[in-house]
C-alpha cells in the first residue's frame, strides 16, 4: 500500500507500502513522549494520540505515511504525520488541516476515507483508510499497460469519484496513476486530496499561504490552466484523468521530456501521438484494440482548452455509459468519431509540416544574425526564470471576483498578479474588496523582499500603513513585516521606533476592534507576537 503524499511531485515515495508480513496485533507501546526533533524513523512503535505507530509505509513531499492501530477501535489505519520540518511552519500545518478537511467531506466507495485528523507532542496527523494493495503506476511498473476493459473500469471508477467531489466545490489537482489506489479486492480508490481546492465559504477560503506562487501538481499530469498558474476547477481534473488514462492504455504518458519546462510546453502546444499508434496493439482482425469510441472520448479529455472538455465529470459519465449501452456517443456516433479522429490526426501532420518548414526558413533568414558570444554574454546577465515565470500569460486575467483575483495572483506570484487586485476591485468599492487589496499588498511586500527589492517593499508597506481606510488587523500585519524587513536590514534605530508603533497600535486594535484582534491572534503565531513584544494578544 503506497499512500503517497500528493503534495509532492512525482515518485516521492520511497516505499511501495505493500505488507511486509503480519503486524503483531498488540505491539509493545512506548511510554515516552516523541519528540518533534527526533527523525520520522523514530515514530515507528511509538504512540501518537490514541494510535499505535506500526510501521512506515512511505514518504511524500510534506508526510511520511505508517500504518497504525487505532487502539480504541482496534481499526488499522494508514497515518499521514506532517514532517517535524513543516510542522514548524504554520502555512503548512493549515495546508495539511486542508487536505484532511477537503477529504472528509466526500464518502464515496472509490475515494480513500478520512477518518480523523489531530496533533499530538507537536505531530500533526491525517488517519485514513488503509487499503492492501497498489497504485496504478506500480501497477503499470509491474505488468506494463492495461487493457481496454481495465482502462474503461479506471475510467468510470475514478470519474465517479471526481463527480462526488465536484458537487461538494472540491477540485483535486493531482489526478495520476499514483493517486489512483487499486486494492487486493480490485477495488479502485482515489487518494490525496492534499491539492484539493475547496469552493466557496468560510471553510472554503483558500488559506492564505505565505508559500505562494507555486504551481501545484505533478507536471506530467498538469492541465494547461494549472500550467499557466491560472484558477482549475473540475474540468483540470477530467485533464489529469486523461492523461492518466492515455499512461494506463499506452504504457507511456503522451508527453515525456527531462525537463520540467519543456514537459510543460508540450502540454500547452504539442497534440500528443495518436492513442493507437502508441499503443500499437492490435486484435484478431487485425485493427487496434482500442475501441474508436474510447479514443475519441480521451481525445476530448485532452484538449487544450477547458471549454472543449467535457464540462463535468456527470458529462464524462454520461458518454461513456451510453456508448457502454449503445454504442453511440451523445452528439455523434463511432462512424463519426471515427472520422473526427483521422481528420485531426492529418491535420497534426500537416500542422507538423508547415511548422517544420517555417522553422528551416527562420533559421535561413537569421542564421546570419545570431551572435553566439554577444548572446551568451546577454544570457548571462539575466536572471533564472522559474518555470511559472516562463508559462504564465503576459496578461493577468480577470476573474468572476475579487476572492477568484486574489487566488489568480497567489497562483502567479508577481507583481502584475498582486497588483490586479487593487486595479481590477478597487479597494473603495468595498470592505470586501479593501481587505483583498490590503491582503495582496502584504503579499506583494514579502515577494519583493524574495526579489532582494527592500526599498520598494517598504515603500508598498508605508503605503498601507498611511492609508487609514485599512482594516486595524491588516495594518498590523503590515507593520509586522515591516519590523521583519527592518530587522533583517539591521536598522536597529528605525525597527525600535516601528515596534513601538506596532504596540501602540496592538493596544488600539485591543480597546476598539475585537473582530480585528482575533483576525490578528489567528494569523499571527504566537512565538512571533513574543517576538516583536506583543504577547499580550490574548490577554
Known amino acids: 500500500m503506497n499512500h503517497d503524499d500528493a503534495m509532492n511531485d512525482d515518485a516521492n515515495s520511497d516505499d511501495s507500502g505493500r505488507p511486509e508480513g503480519s503486524a503483531d496485533p498488540n505491539p509493545p507501546v512506548r511510554k515516552d513522549a516523541v ?35 487505532h487502539l480504541s477501535l482496534g481499526r488499522d489505519v494508514a497515518l499521514k504525520v506532517l514532517r517535524s520540518d513543516y510542522a514548524r511552519d504554520k502555512d503548512y500545518v493549515e495546508r495539511f488541516r486542508r487536505e484532511a478537511r477537503a477529504a472528509a467531506k466526500l464518502n464515496h466507495p472509490n475515494i480513500v476515507q478520512v477518518f480523523d485528523v489531530g496533533s499530538s507532542n507537536n505531530y500533526h496527523f491525517i488517519a485514513q483508510e488503509l487499503i492492501d494493495g497498489e497504485n496504478l503506476r506500480e501497477a503499470l511498473d509491474r505488468q506494463g499497460a492495461m487493457s481496454p476493459d481495465e482502462a474503461t473500469r479506471v475510467l468510470v471508477d475514478v470519474a465517479s469519484a471526481l463527480e462526488v467531489a465536484a458537487e461538494a466545490g472540491i477540485t483535486h489537482r493531482d489526478i495520476k496513476p499514483e493517486n489512483i489506489m487499486r486494492s487486493s479486492r480490485g477495488a479502485l480508490k ?15 477560503s483558500h488559506a ?60 500547452l502546444h504539442e497534440t500528443p501521438k495518436p492513442l493507437d499508434r502508441a499503443r500499437n496493439r492490435r486484435d484478431q482482425d487485425g485493427n487496434p484494440d482500442v475501441p474508436e469510441w474510447l479514443i475519441a472520448v480521451i481525445s476530448r479529455m485532452l484538449s487544450k482548452s477547458p471549454g472543449d472538455r467535457f464540462q463535468s465529470p456527470s458529462e464524462l459519465l454520461d458518454a461513456v455509459r451510453n456508448e457502454a449501452s449503445s454504442s453511440t456517443l451523445p452528439g455523434f456516433g463511432i462512424g463519426t468519431a471515427a472520422a473526427t479522429i483521422r481528420l485531426q490526426r492529418a491535420a497534426d501532420q500537416a500542422r507538423s509540416v508547415r511548422t517544420r518548414k517555417r522553422l528551416k526558413l527562420a533559421i535561413a533568414i537569421l542564421a546570419p544574425l545570431i551572435c553566439w558570444g554577444a548572446a551568451w554574454a546577454v544570457l548571462k546577465q539575466q536572471p533564472a526564470k522559474d518555470l511559472v515565470s516562463l508559462l504564465r500569460p503576459g496578461v493577468v486575467p480577470k476573474g468572476d471576483s475579487v476572492q477568484e483575483q486574489y487566488f489568480i495572483a497567489v497562483n502567479r506570484n508577481d507583481e502584475a498578479g498582486w497588483e490586479s487586485i487593487g486595479e481590477l476591485f478597487p479597494p473603495q468599492d468595498s470592505s470586501t474588496h479593501a481587505d483583498y487589496f490590503a491582503k495582496s499588498q502584504i503579499q506583494l511586500a514579502r515577494l519583493l523582499v524574495s526579489q532582494e527589492m527592500p526599498l520598494k517593499a517598504e515603500n508598498v508597506l508605508k503605503a498601507l500603513l498611511k492609508d487609514p481606510q485599512v482594516n486595524p488587523a491588516y495594518r498590523v500585519l503590515a507593520l509586522v513585516e515591516r519590523c521583519r524587513l527592518l530587522e533583517q536590514q539591521g536598522a536597529d534605530t528605525d525597527l525600535d521606533a516601528a515596534k513601538q508603533q506596532l504596540q501602540a497600535m496592538v493596544a488600539d486594535v485591543k480597546t476598539s476592534s475585537p473582530t480585528s484582534l482575533r483576525l490578528i491572534q489567528r494569523v499571527l503565531p504566537e512565538a512571533e507576537q513574543a517576538h516583536w513584544e506583543i504577547s499580550s494578544l490574548g490577554s
Open 208 to 267: 492564505n499561504l505565505t508559500q505562494a506562487g507555486l504551481t501545484l501538481g505533478t507536471p506530467r499530469y498538469m492541465s494547461p490552466e494549472q500550467i499557466q498558474g491560472l484558477v482549475a476547477d473540475a474540468r483540470s481534473d477530467l485533464y489529469s484523468l486523461g492523461v492518466t488514462m492515455y499512461h494506463l492504455l499506452a504504457g507511456r504518458p503522451p508527453f515525456e521530456a527531462d525537463d520540467p519546462l519543456a514537459l510543460a510546453v508540450m502540454h
Open 35 to 69: 519528540s518533534p526533533s527526533k527523525s520520522s524513523a523514530s515514530l515507528v512503535g511509538s504512540r501518537l494520540g490514541d494510535y499505535q505507530v506500526l510501521r512506515k509505509l512511505g514518504r511524500g513531499g510534506m508526510a511520511d505515511v505508517y500504518a497504525a492501530r
Open 190 to 204: 482515489v487518494a490525496d486530496f492534499g491539492l484539493a481546492r475547496l469552493g466557496g465559504g468560510a471553510e472554503g
